[in-house]
């Protein structure tokens, strides 16, 4: 049974910084392409990133581009999402995914987790 679980949501302040991880288990890690994409309330699933098996292939949403860094840890089975210079907008549910490749759109992805809570304060 495929699991991916996510960890290190939580509260932190306008211009602030979290690191997300999620763990992978049942699936071979190192051949999937990992994605990140968050929902706020009311709203669609939105992009955030995606990587590829071995992070040579790395695409961004176009609003996370130069505050938000994906990379992987194969040998951990984990995928990071470092968020810097948060924003109250970035508030949502975040979810990490694993898909044959990298891709922006959510349909291509397999395997989800079950999501993780950011919240920015103003």
């Known amino acids: 049974q495929v699991q991916l679980v996510e960890s290190g949501g939580g509260l932190v302040q306008n211009g602030g910084s979290l690191r997300l991880s999620c763990v992978g288990s049942?699936?071979?890690?190192?051949?999937?392409?990992m994605g990140w994409f968050r929902q706020a309330p009311g709203k669609e699933r939105e992009f955030v990133a995606s990587?590829?098996?071995?992070?040579?292939?790395?695409y961004y949403g176009d609003s996370m581009k130069g505050r938000f860094t994906i990379s992987r840890d194969n040998a951990k089975n984990t995928v990071y999402l470092q968020m810097n210079s948060l924003k109250p907008e970035d508030t949502a549910v975040y979810y990490c995914?694993?898909?044959?490749?990298?891709?922006?759109?959510?349909?291509?992805?397999?395997?989800w987790g079950q999501g993780t809570q950011v919240t920015v304060s103003s």
């Open positions: 995914a694993a898909s044959n490749r990298p891709s922006r759109v959510n349909d291509e992805y397999r395997y």
């Open positions: 990587i590829n098996w071995n992070g040579a292939t790395i």
């Open positions: 049942g699936l071979t890690f190192s051949s999937y392409a």
